[in-house]
């Protein structure tokens, strides 16, 4: 392949069949393997009833969801930090005025703390079992506060699963910002080459991969790839797919 060919791909996101999984391995062996846990292990949809009882519309959920995204976002540009929980409140109190809906600070609060109560996909816990039983380290990162990714996980049940919680407040930046996914893979004293991120939204896996980190994407409905960067090797409907493409690709040591 051609430099110019690389530098088209580069742009365009078309990759080689079957996706890439990143540069080249410092190390050889399994890598050790990082999942968000918003909407990629945990279902956002027992809120949908909740905020649309709130707020008066059917697609409340998915517009607080959006704002809170693009919060952080500003965040992370601004140099702004503020706790993903309190970005939180703010785009439910931007959801409210959009939609013209008088809500106090405590119903606010009480509505956004609904996603410390998330259950997991039907599929996550037989995947990330499959995965631990293949051998591989399991982590998360994710925007989330500390306390509420422990609460979140110990609510699901998910947390002895885990070797490690890593969220994005050691940095002080939220995901898809480079310095989130270095962050972990400086904790574990590996190269970002060594960490495979797994998620169901296609901006945090452009971002770990331009970060240097594989990736893996979990197709949750309504979620694409981001279209102008590389396809990563794993692609699938749901984790227990997704698990065993990495079970096959990731080889042992």
Same mark, same amino acid.
């Given at each position: 392949?051609?430099?110019?060919?690389?530098?088209?791909? !580069?742009?365009?996101?078309?990759?080689?069949?079957?996706?890439?999984?990143?540069?080249?391995? @410092?190390?050889?062996?399994?890598?050790?393997?990082?999942?968000?846990?918003?909407?990629?292990?945990?279902?956002?949809?027992?809120?949908?009833?909740?905020?649309?009882?709130?707020?008066?519309?059917?697609?409340?959920? @998915?517009?607080?969801?959006?704002?809170?995204?693009?919060?952080?976002?500003?965040?992370?540009?601004?140099?702004?930090?503020?706790?993903?929980?309190?970005?939180?409140?703010?785009?439910?109190?931007?959801?409210?005025?959009?939609?013209?809906?008088?809500?106090?600070?405590d119903a606010i609060?009480?509505?956004?703390?609904?996603?410390?109560?998330?259950?997991?996909?039907?599929?996550?816990?037989?995947?990330?079992?499959?995965?631990?039983? !293949?051998?591989?380290?399991?982590?998360?990162?994710?925007?989330?506060?500390?306390? !509420?990714?422990?609460?979140?996980?110990?609510?699901?049940?998910?947390?002895?699963?885990?070797?490690?919680?890593?969220?994005?407040?050691?940095?002080?930046?939220?995901?898809?910002?480079?310095?989130?996914?270095?962050?972990?893979?400086?904790?574990?004293?590996?190269?970002?080459?060594?960490?495979?991120?797994?998620a169901a939204h296609?901006?945090?896996?452009?971002?770990?991969?331009?970060?240097?980190?594989a990736g893996a994407?979990?197709?949750?409905?309504?979620?694409?790839?981001?279209?102008?960067?590389?396809?990563?090797?794993?692609?699938?409907?749901?984790?227990?797919?997704?698990?065993?493409?990495?079970?096959?690709?990731?080889?042992?040591?």
């Amino acid at each position: 392949m051609t430099l110019a060919t690389k530098m088209a791909d !580069a742009q365009t996101g078309s990759t080689p069949a079957g996706g890439t999984d990143g540069p080249a391995r @410092k190390t050889k062996g399994r890598r050790i393997l990082m999942f968000d846990v918003n909407e990629t292990l945990l279902d956002l949809a027992p809120l949908k009833e909740p905020f649309e009882k709130a707020f008066g519309r059917p697609d409340a959920l @998915k517009t607080w969801f959006s704002t809170l995204l693009q919060y952080a976002s500003v965040a992370t540009l601004t140099g702004g930090y503020q706790p993903f929980g309190r970005l939180g409140v703010a785009a439910a109190e931007t959801t409210a005025k959009q939609y013209g809906v008088s809500l106090d600070a405590d119903a606010i609060k009480g509505l956004v703390s609904r996603i410390r109560t998330l259950p997991p996909h039907p599929d996550v816990k037989a995947g990330l079992e499959s995965l631990k039983a !293949a051998g591989f380290r399991l982590v998360t990162l994710t925007n989330s506060s500390p306390d !509420a990714a422990e609460a979140q996980l110990q609510h699901a049940e998910l947390r002895p699963l885990f070797e490690k919680v890593y969220t994005v407040e050691a940095v002080k930046v939220f995901k898809p910002h480079p310095a989130t996914y270095r962050s972990v893979a400086e904790d574990l004293g590996v190269a970002t080459s060594d960490l495979r991120l797994i998620a169901a939204h296609g901006w945090d896996i452009a971002g770990a991969q331009a970060a240097g980190c594989a990736g893996a994407f979990i197709a949750r409905p309504g979620q694409e790839l981001y279209p102008l960067a590389p396809r990563p090797d794993v692609v699938g409907p749901d984790l227990g797919d997704v698990a065993a493409q990495i079970i096959k690709v990731e080889r042992p040591a």
